[in-house]
């Protein structure tokens, strides 16, 4: 530090010493140049008034009264003397101080007569820099001599050397200001954070959890505090993952983490790739401004295979949706993630408006999300539909082909009902692969499915995989049944197998959870619920003294204007809970391309409107409806300060919102009410589970959450969340893949019927 001090006071000196002489000597340069020119004036000036004085008595050769008038005129400032000659070059008439200097006459002089107009120069006379003006004299009309006038030029060049001499001086003045000042910049904006930096360091090495220092807004500083920033969370990340896992030995329990999974998988790939298909991307690029920024989505999908990826180096595929997502890839679409930690490979593929449109907004969410869902709305399948979802299945297979094609044996585990024929394309062009897709959605009854007019194209293609993967053992019960009234297959109910063409798959329960970790508190320090609920419920105007949290995507199969009628129905039935009560739903909106989605939203404002309308007053409303995206860090706070969760889907696939509740509530406190018609009711018998059509059952249970005894609140909380810590997400991840790597491809039907899919991943 000391060293790059001296190099920056050195590089400041010699610049401001440059830039000052460079200034000083235009300055001085320019005030010669001025004052010669006023010096020539002057002379001028004064020759004029001279030559019509002198003339008269030139003429009349009256030498006396010539040398009266230059002795007058030879006092003047600055002034060395006046000088008349006459025709033969002879002095008529001298100062006498000039006498000892002008010997002869001086050639200006002459020039003056030869030219008949007056000239002047810069000369030296005596080793003194003199300046001499000279005027022509005339007798009857004829030069007939001169004038000469004689000014000490000296004053000129000391005033330059006094400009010299100030400029000196102001430079060593500057010179200990810039040495003060730059000592005082280095230590407050360089050496002081550094050390701070330093020292925050070494208390993450030796095991101490400090805060954060700050790091000055300065841009040369910003890489080395964001690396700073990286490195300390990747220290404490792997620091508390050890703690953790060492802790978990010592209590000789097997809970799931990153890690863990890690070497999970890199031991169940045994050196073959991983390659994921999604539709979501799990990075995205967007413009803002001129530049462009990477967001992170919203997805528990991200969250529970990102470990994979980043452990095995392993290809994610997804739709590229992002108006910069273009911008960042490399020829091959591809690019390495995370943007700070790169570990895996990321391919976007690129859609058009219209296959978007009719693959994902037509298809998949018209079609075959009402129709899994049976939440009474109609399902709309249309034959161009239909066509992209096809066209867009082929071109997904043809970029999952494409990163295969230089390994063996790859695995590849493929999301959700928007790749329901991409199975069957895969292992058709490799055999050698393993194939999973999970069904993140419910899978309806045989009857239900029997709607869709491509029922049989539908099954073909998911029977594909090698593994098929539900939430729970319901779904899986249907998806058999379906395809044991629809297709020419073997179902084998005892393995869960079904075999079509000489190829066996597995269908299974494989129940998707949360990271528990990841809400974990944010702070050491103790927040009273009571008093963080009154500080959210402010930042909306509402005053209360109950609070209830509902978070989902604004989806009609979420069951939210059931809830919203519940609690109007609640507020009726007990009037003690107005004034007190309020339900804060987050609501995001979600696929408003689709007139039933946009329809939707407008039903919920209006009943909201409608309950509020009718019952607030003061300072108090019982509905607060946030239509907009919140950060997992906001809707945590809310998790954490609610005395109630209304988890109330219709029909639901898992429902995450339910475990992410159980997972934020550290205090233990807090009631979940859920839909008995979510995946997570199987799970999570602990909660007041409810029918979400029943709006009475619904409105008693809120009155029971808000009435439950604190004890039983907390036993129930505890037994859930132990639950969701057990059966975290890395668990879910962990037997989906070691399930998949466990089928023998060559040999995959005699494995099943031997029951050769080992469940020691569970």
Known sequence: MRLLSLRLIGALILGVTFVSVLSSYFEVTSQVRGQRRELERRAEVLGESLAENIEPYFEKGSHRELQRIVERFGNRQHLTGVAIYGTRDEAIAVTPGLSKLLRTMPPVVQKAEAENHGEGEFLQLGGASMHAYALPLHQQGNVAGGLAIVHDAAYIG????????????????EMFIIVLVTLLIVRWSLTRPIARAAQWMRALRIGR???????????????????????????????????????????????????????????????????????????EHVRQGKSVQVIVPASGLVTALEPVLRACDGTWIAHGSGDGDREVVDQHDRLRVPPDDQRYTLRRVWLTKEEEDGYYYGFANEGLWPLCHIAHTRPIFRASDWEYYKEVNRIFA?????EMKDFEHPVL???????????????????DARVAIFWH????????????????????GLLGADLIGFHVQSHCNNFLQTVDGTLEARTDWEHFSVKRN?????????????????????????????????????EHGVEAI????????????????????????????????????????????????IKRYRDFLGELEAEADRINWRFQSGRWKPIIFLKQRHSHHEVQRYYEAAD????????????????????????????????????????????????????????EAIRTALEMDPEEKKQRMQRMRKIILENNVYRWAGNLIGQLCDIRIDTAGKAAEHQGVSASAA
């Open 398 to 402: 043809a970029a999952v082909l494409e």
């Open 644 to 699: 109630l969760c209304l988890v109330t889907s219709l029909h639901d696939g898992m429902n995450l919102v339910a475990k992410e509740f159980l997972a934020a509530r550290h205090d233990e406190q807090g009631v979940l009410i859920l839909s008995q018609f979510t995946g997570a009711a199987r799970e999570l018998r602990d909660a007041v589970l409810v029918n979400p059509y029943d709006i009475d059952q619904t409105a």
């Open 546 to 593: 109950f609070m209830g949290i509902g978070v989902d995507r604004l989806d009609y199969t979420k069951g939210i204007l059931e809830r919203f009628l519940a609690i109007e129905r609640f507020i009726e039935k007990y009037p003690a809970y107005q004034g007190q009560f309020s339900f804060v739903q987050i609501g995001a909106p979600s696929r408003t391309h």
């Open 158 to 173: 000391a005033q330059g050397h006094s400009v010299w001499r100030e400029t000196f001086l102001r430079i060593l003045v």
């Open 209 to 283: 959890t400090p805060t954060r220092p700050a790091i000055p807004d300065l841009d040369f500083l910003r890489p080395l505090a964001h690396e700073m920033t990286t490195f300390a969370e990747s220290l404490s990340h792997a620091r508390s993952a050890a703690e953790n896992e060492a802790r978990l030995r010592d209590a000789a329990e097997f809970i799931w983490t990153a890690e863990r999974l890690g070497v999970h998988v890199r031991a169940k790939l045994n050196g073959s790739r991983l390659f994921v298909l999604s539709n979501r991307e799990p990075y």
């Open 413 to 431: 585990l493929a999301q959700d009902y928007h790749f329901a024929l991409l199975p069957r394309m895969i292992k058709a062009a490799r055999p």
């Open 441 to 460: 959605i419910p899978w309806p009854n045989p009857e239900a499915f029997r709607i869709c007019p491509w029922q049989r194209e539908l099954l073909h």
């Open 502 to 538: 000489d190829h066996f798959t597995l269908v299974k329960p494989l129940p998707i959870s949360v990271d528990f970790n990841e809400f974990a508190p944010h702070d050491a320090e103790y927040h009273d619920p009571y008093t963080d609920r009154a500080a959210l419920l402010k």
